[in-house]
C-alpha cells in the first residue's frame, strides 16, 4: 500500500501522524511525507542547514526510507501565493506518486497555511483525476487545531499507536527548534496526554485521531438477482 503525508510544516507530519506513519512502515507500507513550506524564522544559512538537518534526523527516525517532499512555498505567506501553484504542485506529486491512502491536516486549523493545504490537497485529489485514492484522512495538529473557535476536531477514525508512541515521541525530539517545554501544546508531555486521551476514547492504549474525508470502495463485488 502507498501512503501520503502531507504538511503544511515540518512538524506537522509527527504532531499529526507520526505513530501512524511508523505503524505503516512497520506493516511494510510504502511512505512519502510532503512538507510544504519552508522553515519559518530560520533566516540564516546555518539556520536553514540546522532545519534540514532535523528533517533528515526525523525521517531517519521514523523509518521513511524516502527523501520527504520539500515543496519550498513561503511559511505563513501561503495566501500570498495563487491558489493555482499549490493544487498544481500537490497533484503533480499524487499523480505521479499514486498513493492508496492520503493523509491530510485540518481544514479548521487555526493556521491559514493548514487550510489553505487542506483545500488544495482535496483538489489535488479529486475522484476525477485522482481515483486510486482509497481513503483520505485529515489530522490534527496540536497548537493549531485546538485555537480556532467554532471548527472543532470531531474525529470518526482512530488509529492504534500504542506501540509507536515513543517512537513518534522519539521523533519529535529531534525537531529541536520546535518543541517546547510544558504546558505548550507542542511539548512531549501534552502530545502524550493527547495521545492517552484519543486512545481512551476507542478504548486503546494510545491513539492519532482522524476525520474520515472521504473513503471509495473500487471492488468487484458481484451482486446476484434474486429469483
Not at 510504502?30 to 533528515?56: L, M, N, P, W
Not at 510544558?182 to 486503546?204: D, Q, V
Request: charged content about 30%.
Amino acid at each position: 500500500m502507498k501512503v501520503l503525508v502531507i504538511a503544511p510544516h515540518a512538524d506537522d507530519e509527527v504532531l499529526g501522524c507520526g505513530g501512524t506513519i511508523v505503524k505503516h512502515v512497520v506493516g511494510g507500507d510504502t511512505i512519502r511525507v510532503c512538507i510544504v513550506t519552508t522553515f519559518y524564522h530560520a533566516q540564516s544559512y546555518k539556520e536553514k542547514v540546522g532545519r534540514r538537518d532535523e528533517v533528515t534526523r526525523v525521517e531517519n527516525v521514523l523509518g521513511v526510507r524516502e527523501p520527504f517532499y520539500r515543496l519550498k512555498f513561503p511559511n505563513a505567506c501561503l495566501d500570498m501565493e495563487p491558489q493555482k501553484n499549490l493544487n498544481d504542485r500537490l497533484e503533480e506529486i499524487i499523480s505521479v506518486f499514486r498513493p492508496d491512502i492520503l493523509y491530510i491536516p485540518h481544514g479548521g486549523d487555526l493556521h491559514k497555511d493548514h487550510r489553505l493545504v487542506f483545500e488544495a490537497a482535496l483538489v489535488a485529489a479529486r475522484p476525477a483525476t485522482a481515483p486510486f485514492i482509497k481513503r483520505i484522512l485529515s489530522y490534527e495538529t496540536l497548537s493549531e487545531t485546538e485555537w480556532l473557535p467554532g471548527k472543532g476536531f470531531v474525529p470518526n477514525y482512530y488509529i492504534d499507536i500504542t506501540d509507536f508512541l515513543e517512537t513518534k515521541l522519539e521523533a519529535m525530539k529531534e525537531y529541536k527548534s520546535q518543541l517546547k517545554d510544558y504546558p505548550h501544546p507542542r511539548s512531549l508531555e501534552r502530545i502524550t496526554s493527547l495521545a492517552k486521551k484519543r486512545g481512551s476514547e476507542a478504548y486503546m492504549g494510545a491513539a492519532e485521531a482522524f476525520i474520515m474525508i472521504r473513503e471509495v470502495d473500487r471492488g468487484g463485488r458481484v451482486w446476484k438477482s434474486r429469483k
